[in-house]
Nanobody, 127 residues
Framework: QLQMAESGGGLVQAGDSLRLSCAAS????????VGWFRQAPGQEREFVAA????????LYADGVQGRFTIARDIDKNLVHLQMNILKPEDSAIYYC????????????????????WGQGTQVSVSS
């Protein structure tokens, strides 16, 4: 069973940056697709960003394109989500999840592709 763990959330002001990290309990982490999703109170979980195996593909939601960057740190077995120019509407619990090595392209945004999920980390952006 692959275990995922997020870190790096916090309370920041609009315009600030945060970097979230996602760790996994396997050394073959680079062969899984990894996605970030978020859920705000009263709203459905939504796709944020994802990276396919060994970083071959990346995909972003329209609302974060150009502000967020997802990247693998293969040496440290981590996947980071760098979030810049944060807005109050970015406030949510952020979850990372892992999917099959075959998940890529448009499938990266489909939460049903992801089998393993972390517990989430809170990001709060004040105006």
């Amino acid at each position: 069973q692959l275990q995922m763990a997020e870190s790096g959330g916090g309370l920041v002001q609009a315009g600030d940056s945060l970097r979230l990290s996602c760790a996994a309990s396997v050394q073959t982490y680079e062969y899984y697709a990894v996605g970030w999703f978020r859920q705000a109170p009263g709203q459905e979980r939504e796709f944020v960003a994802a990276v396919s195996r060994v970083g071959a593909d990346t995909l972003y939601a329209d609302g974060v394109q150009g502000r967020f960057t997802i990247a693998r740190d293969i040496d440290k077995n981590l996947v980071h989500l760098q979030m810049n120019i944060l807005k109050p509407e970015d406030s949510a619990i952020y979850y990372c999840a892992a999917a099959s090595t075959w998940t890529r392209g448009a499938r990266l945004q489909n939460s049903n592709e992801y089998r393993f999920w972390g517990q989430g980390t809170q990001v709060s952006v004040s105006s």
